[in-house]
């Protein structure tokens, strides 16, 4: 198996259902790849940059695995990217790595299509991440994302709690297989 880098851009990945949720599943079924919790790492969003670059060198496969904020994502994973991706097209360290798009979002699927209230796809919502990997070098896989995911913090209720586990446990499959289909 390639070298796989998990990037967990939620800024309070404690917080959350979902993503908590995938990154578990993830890390059972991938012991060896490395996931990184940039709200664990950085909490007061000073990223160590030598430390992000050594660990996108040393992946095969990138996953930026987020939940969808305002149609990015959050600001500390924004704020990574920035920093991190210092030498924009000149450096061709990323060149032939594979990332995937990893997210959820809390509006429901219908929702992302041209007749939908967003109006936009979410291949289109992405476009600027698609930007990035084709100017670093970087091989964009398809998307994975599950939709309808918005579950308030401190909401108990366990009819929302299971639904959330069970669309999480399904988004960790289908990641899994995305990235063995990359590698």
């Known amino acids: 198996m390639p070298n796989v880098l998990i990037i967990s851009g939620h800024p ?18 991938l012991p060896q790849a490395q996931i990184r919790r940039l709200d664990s790492l950085y909490p007061d969003f000073r990223i160590d940059v030598p430390a992000e670059q050594q660990a996108l060198v040393w992946a095969d496969i990138i996953v930026w695995q987020f939940p969808l904020y305002w149609y990015s994502a959050p600001a500390l994973m924004r704020k990574w990217l920035e920093d991190s991706f210092t030498h924009g097209s000149k450096g061709t360290a990323l060149h032939g790595k594979k990332l995937i798009l990893s997210f959820t979002a809390g509006a429901p699927e219908a929702a992302y299509t041209h007749e939908g209230f967003m109006g936009k796809t979410m291949e289109e919502v992405m476009a600027p991440f698609a930007v990035t990997a084709k100017l670093t070098g970087m091989q964009l896989q398809p998307l994975v994302y599950s939709a309808g995911i918005s579950f308030v913090p ?30």
């Open 154 to 183: 401190g909401d108990a209720d366990p009819e929302r709690l299971a639904a959330a586990r069970a669309i999480a446990q399904n988004h960790a499959r289908r990641l899994l297989a995305a990235i063995e289909k990359a590698a």
């Open 12 to 29: 309070a990945l404690s917080q959350s259902v979902a993503n908590r949720a995938i990154l578990e599943e993830i890390g059972k079924a």
